[in-house]
C-alpha cells in the first residue's frame, strides 16, 4: 500500500552502530598509514615536550594531535563519503599545511635547548613535518585533480561547437 509496503533501495552506508566500524581498506591505504604516523609522532612529541624544560610549547602537539585522531576517524570510518557538502580534503590540507609549519618552527626552537627532551622532540619534530608535508601534497595532488583547468573557459567572448568552429555571440540589437 504506497510507501510503506515498497522496499527501500539499499543504502551504501552501514546503517546503525556499523557505520562505525573501520574500513579496512583505508588502515593499509598510503592515507590510513600517513594519518596513523601522524597521531603517533604528534603524541611523541607531545610527551617529549612534556619532559622537556620547554614544556610551554605543548599546545601545538596536542592540537595537532586531537585535530590529526579526528581526521584519522573521519577517514576511517567513511564519513568523509557522506557528507559531500562539507568539503573534508580541502580543510585536512589546511590542517597538514597549518601542522608543517608549526612543527618546523617549534623544531627549529627545540633542537636549540640543551634538555636531551627538547633535542628529541625537535627531531621527531623534523620527521613530522616531512609526514605532514607528504600528507598535504598527495592532498594537492587529488585538489588539483577536483579542479581541473581543461574544464574552465578560456574566453567568454568565443564559444566552441563541437565541430571545432569558433562562433561570436550575435547583438539582439543588430537584427
Not at 579526528?70 to 597549518?98: M, S
Not at 600528507?135 to 587529488?142: A, E, L, M, P, R
Not at 574544464?151 to 550575435?170: F, N, Y
Amino acid at each position: 500500500m504506497g510507501d510503506r509496503d515498497s522496499p527501500e533501495p539499499p543504502s551504501p552506508s552501514r546503517p546503525g552502530l556499523g557505520a562505525l566500524i573501520a574500513d579496512k581498506s583505508f588502515l593499509t591505504s598510503r592515507k590510513g598509514l600517513l594519518l596513523a604516523a601522524e597521531v603517533v609522532l604528534s603524541f611523541i612529541i607531545f610527551i617529549c615536550y612534556l619532559a622537556s624544560s620547554i614544556v610551554y610549547l605543548i599546545t601545538a602537539p596536542l592540537i595537532e594531535f586531537l585535530l590529526a585522531i579526528c581526521a584519522y576517524y573521519v577517514y576511517v570510518t567513511k564519513f568523509v563519503e557522506r557528507f559531500r557538502g562539507f568539503h573534508c580534503p580541502l580543510i585536512d590540507f589546511i590542517r597538514c599545511i597549518t601542522a608543517a609549519v608549526i612543527f618546523f618552527a617549534i623544531s627549529i626552537y627545540a633542537v636549540t635547548k640543551s634538555n636531551s627532551a627538547s633535542k628529541a622532540a625537535g627531531i621527531f619534530g623534523f620527521i613530522a613535518t616531512v609526514v605532514f608535508a607528504f600528507d598535504f601534497y598527495g592532498i594537492f595532488n587529488q585538489l588539483i585533480l577536483f579542479i581541473n583547468p581543461q574544464d574552465l573557459p578560456t574566453h567568454t567572448a568565443t564559444i566552441k561547437k563541437s565541430t571545432g568552429e569558433d562562433v561570436v555571440p550575435s547583438d539582439s540589437d543588430s537584427d
